[in-house]
């Protein structure tokens, strides 16, 4: 994703990368919590 710093002059910044290091500290108690599938009102489960 760039960020503009004027109209013609961006640099690139690497947010995936950013995301990705900043979650492998999160611990693994609240990572399984965060990806686990999500239930529903009526039984069934939201990924």
Same mark, same amino acid.
């Given at each position: 994703? =760039?960020?503009?710093? +004027?109209p013609?002059?961006?640099?690139p910044? =690497?947010?995936?990368t950013?995301?990705?290091?900043?979650? #492998?500290? $999160?611990? @693994? @108690?609240?990572?399984? $919590?965060?990806? #686990? =599938? #999500?239930?529903?009102?009526?039984?069934?489960? +939201? =990924?």
């Amino acid at each position: 994703m =760039p960020i503009f710093l +004027k109209p013609d002059a961006w640099v690139p910044t =690497p947010l995936q990368t950013t995301y990705d290091l900043a979650y #492998r500290g $999160v611990p @693994r @108690r609240f990572r399984e $919590v965060l990806e #686990r =599938p #999500r239930t529903i009102s009526n039984g069934g489960t +939201k =990924p």
